[in-house]
C-alpha cells in the first residue's frame, strides 16, 4: 500500500539513505563518482531537517520504508515563484509511477497552486521524465549550468 505524507524529523536518515542509494546507483551513469559523493555529502539528513523548515516536504512509503521524496518551496523568497527539490525514488521503484505520484502531489501542493511558475533543477538523469511531465527548458534554453543542471519550468494557466 503506497503511501504520501508529509516529511517527520524522524525521517531524515532513511531519506538521506535512499537519496544516497538513488544517487549511486541511478545517476553515476551520467555524472562521475566524485560528484555524485559531494552531493550525498550535501545531502545529509541534517539537511533534509533544515530544508523542511522552508520547504513542503514530501515521502512517499511502501509499507513502512521510504520509497521517494519531493519537495516544493519558494524560489528565491517569491510569493508567486517556486521551486520542486529533492526529488528522489529508490532504483527498485523506478518505473513504477512513483514519479508521478510525486510531482502529482507536489503539483496539488498549495504553493503550486499559488505559483506563477514553477522551476526544477533536474539532472541530467531526470531530465526527460520532466520533459515528459509538462515541464520546458528554461527560455527554451536546453544548456547544463554551473552546478550540472538544466533548469525546467513550468506556468500556470
Keep these: 500500500m503506497t503511501e504520501v505524507r508529509r516529511f517527520k524529523t524522524e525521517d531524515a536518515p532513511a ?6 542509494q538513488t544517487l549511486r ?3 553515476s551513469q551520467d555524472y562521475s563518482a566524485a560528484y555524485i559523493e559531494a552531493e550525498v555529502r550535501q545531502l545529509s539528513a541534517t539537511f533534509f531537517i533544515e530544508k523542511v523548515q522552508e520547504t513542503h516536504f514530501y515521502v512517499i512509503c511502501d509499507q513502512d520504508q521510504i520509497i521517494g521524496t519531493g519537495a516544493i518551496g519558494s524560489y528565491w523568497g517569491s510569493q508567486t515563484e517556486f521551486s520542486l527539490f529533492d526529488i528522489f525514488v529508490l532504483p527498485k521503484y523506478q518505473g513504477r ?3 508521478r505520484l510525486i510531482i ?3 503539483e496539488q501542493d498549495a504553493y503550486f497552486r499559488q505559483a506563477e ?8 538523469t531526470g531530465v526527460e ?12 534554453v536546453k544548456v547544463l549550468d554551473d552546478e550540472q543542471l538544466y533548469r525546467l519550468e513550468k ?3
Design 97 to 99: 509511477g512513483i514519479g
Design 104 to 106: 502529482e502531489t507536489l
Design 117 to 124: 511558475r514553477v522551476e526544477i533543477p533536474a539532472s541530467i
Design 155 to 157: 506556468f500556470s494557466n
Design 129 to 140: 521524465f520532466y520533459r515528459h511531465m509538462g515541464y520546458a527548458f528554461k527560455g527554451g
Design 15 to 20: 531519506v538521506d539513505a535512499l537519496v544516497a
Design 25 to 27: 546507483e541511478s545517476n
